[in-house]
Nanobody, 122 residues
């Protein structure tokens, strides 16, 4: 069956770095757009970054531009999110998702992971 499994979350101090991974299986993930989304306590889930199939294009939320980098290794069916210069406001549960269209609109994403927690302390 289709699975998206995130890993790499944890606790870090402000200014630190984390690298999230998302392993995809059960479907041809290399042909899909993939994205990272996050949800902070008491807030709606929001888009963080997306990457098209074959890594042709990427897009970032304004809040993470210049600090986060999304990438994918289709040979390993794995999506990454390198997060640098982390801020307390980056604290959230991070989800990877996969869909046929690259957009920040979550309704277009068919497959979702269970999430991994990122906590940034000041």
């Amino acid at each position: 069956q289709v699975q998206l499994v995130e890993s790499g979350g944890g606790s870090v101090q402000a200014g630190g770095s984390l690298r999230l991974s998302c392993a995809a299986s059960g479907y041809p993930s290399s042909t899909y757009c993939m994205g990272w989304f996050r949800q902070a306590p008491g807030k709606e889930r929001e888009a963080v970054a997306t990457i098209s199939s074959r890594s042709i294009g990427t897009a970032y939320a304004d809040s993470v531009k210049g600090r986060f980098t999304i990438s994918r290794d289709d040979a390993k069916n794995t999506l990454y999110l390198q997060m640098n210069s982390l801020k307390p406001e980056d604290t959230a549960t991070y989800y990877c998702a996969s869909g046929t269209i690259c957009t920040f609109r979550q309704a277009w994403y068919r497959y979702w992971g269970q999430g991994t927690q990122v906590t940034v302390s000041s």
